[in-house]
């Protein structure tokens, strides 16, 4: 079953503009990565953020965690239209070693120019 | 090789054909799971491999799921009696120490 869920379900913004995609987690966690997939192509990583870190930065990206709340925020900015995609967040609940990841349910982003 | 390979890209399957799906992972990259995406969704744990050694199956739907990795490297993810609901993306994903996952494009798989 899914982790949890991804707010909002799909985003329309212009060229430029800040897009802000939003997840929440139901168990403990070990960390919490974020992936982008393109329509009908894999799933690429994006970012990864510990259980002990509140926020990281990645060019244009911007992740926050906050465990209290179960939940995270990816943020990217000045945004384009090559950021078309579905956004996954993943939870890894074990430390130190490979473990499955629970996937939420995604954002549809579309940027138009 | 520089990814991970998945092979075929798209299988279209009578329902109750047996069905192979390949997965070549990053050379030397000791974990191995797969995943299923069902449309609009996000994908789903399925099982995982640590070199030959398959430590979690907890995803496996049925028992017409059946995974193998024998050597440590490639995996078959083998679906056997297809049904409909099989119907789905199979992705692939390797790790070398657990932190970040490289996924191949996924093996679209439609039973009509």
């Known amino acids: 079953s899914q982790q949890g869920e991804e707010d909002p379900q799909a985003l329309s913004i212009q060229e430029g503009e800040n897009a802000t995609m939003n997840c929440s987690y139901k168990t403990s966690i070990n960390n919490l990565q974020w992936y982008r997939q393109n329509s009908g192509r894999g799933l690429v990583h994006l970012i990864l953020i510990r259980s002990n870190e509140r926020e990281k930065h990645s060019g244009r990206l911007r992740v926050t965690l906050d465990t209290s709340k179960k939940s995270s925020s990816l943020l990217i900015t000045a945004s384009r239209a090559a950021d078309t995609a579905s956004y996954f967040c993943a939870t890894d609940a074990l430390a130190g070693t490979a473990s499955k990841l629970t996937f939420g349910t995604g954002t549809r982003l579309q940027v138009t120019l | 090789g520089a990814g991970v390979s998945q092979s075929p890209r798209y299988k279209v399957a009578k329902r109750g054909q047996d069905v192979a799906l390949r997965c070549d992972p990053i050379s030397g990259h000791v974990s191995l799971f797969w995943y299923q995406q069902a449309l609009g969704q996000g994908p789903e744990f399925l099982t995982y491999f640590q070199n030959e050694a398959q430590l979690d199956k907890s995803g496996l739907p049925s028992d017409r799921f059946f995974a193998e990795r024998p050597e440590g490297s490639v995996s078959t993810l083998k679906i056997q009696r297809t049904q409909q609901e099989d119907s789905a993306v199979y992705l692939c994903?390797?790790?070398?120490?657990?932190?970040?996952?490289?996924f191949g494009s996924g093996t679209r798989l439609t039973v009509v």
């Open positions: 994903a390797s790790s070398s120490h657990g932190l970040g996952y490289t």
